[in-house]
Nanobody, 124 residues
């Protein structure tokens, strides 16, 4: 089970920190990802992190502004959102993929566990 938190309303240029709490006992064997879905648009990849945390990937639109991290001792994944823009407004979803692969996946269909999402709204 994945539960996101930390969303909210923020002005452009501001910051938020999203959290994803994982339960189920397989966290350290799971790569984790964040995706987002804006109104009227398809869900898109934002970032992902490998099981160990040593590998990450970012969508071009968020590189240099967003940072993913994980704490395997707490079964938590975090997404730090800085320099937010109105176009970052979306529901943000945490996703997990149990895998022996040490890298990261970026496609939505490669993840098989999803949270319920948390709303991020950036005002101009």
């Amino acid at each position: 089970q994945l539960v996101e938190s930390g969303g909210g309303l923020v002005q452009a240029g501001g910051s938020l920190r999203l959290s994803c709490a994982a339960s189920g006992g397989t966290f350290t064997m799971s790569m984790m990802g964040w995706f987002r879905q804006a109104p009227g648009k398809e869900r898109e990849f934002v970032t992902s992190i490998s099981r160990s945390g040593s590998n990450t990937a970012y969508a071009d639109s968020v590189k240099g502004r967003f940072t993913i991290s994980r704490d395997n001792t707490k079964n938590m994944v975090y997404l730090q959102l800085n320099s937010l823009k109105p176009e970052d407004t979306a529901v943000y979803y945490c996703a997990a993929k149990y895998s022996y692969y040490s890298g990261v996946y970026q496609r939505e269909d490669q993840y098989n566990y999803w949270g319920q999402g948390t709303q991020v709204t950036v005002s101009s």
